[in-house]
């Protein structure tokens, strides 16, 4: 019965209010965020708020798909979001480490901060929205 909900509602989109909303939290406490980093200097900036956009890039990739698989039978699933799964997650991995290799910033943590800032502001914000949905 659920999985007939879900697919309803990914055949419209009715989805989208709440990952847009999710999207407009996340986006927003990145740039308060990295206006407080930037008191710290511009090197912190600077790395926080290239981590973040990663970080923030990486949630509407991890959402799209999510969205797409979700009309989808199981066995599609499974391939269709595994492959998505780990070349989203080596592509993210790969830009921070080439990032920090590449001493594009003074502080090699400010990017890693800024992504995991951002994904927990996300885990955060969808949490939420899941809690109000259901009442």
Known sequence: MAGE???SKA???????????VGLINFMAGSALTAGAAVAGKSYAAGFAAGYFIGFLNLLWL??????????????VIKYFALRYYARFLITAGLIVF?????????P?????GITVSI?????ALI????EELK
């Open 63 to 76: 959402l799209s798909i999510v969205r797409k698989s979700a009309g989808m039978n199981t066995e599609k």
């Open 99 to 107: 990032l920090v290799s590449r001493k594009f910033f003074a502080k």
């Open 120 to 124: 927990f502001i996300a885990v955060g």
């Open 11 to 21: 055949s419209y989109g009715g989805a989208l209010p709440s990952v847009f909303k």
């Open 128 to 131: 939420i929205l899941a809690k």
């Open 109 to 113: 943590w400010t990017p890693v901060m």
């Open 5 to 7: 909900a879900v697919k």
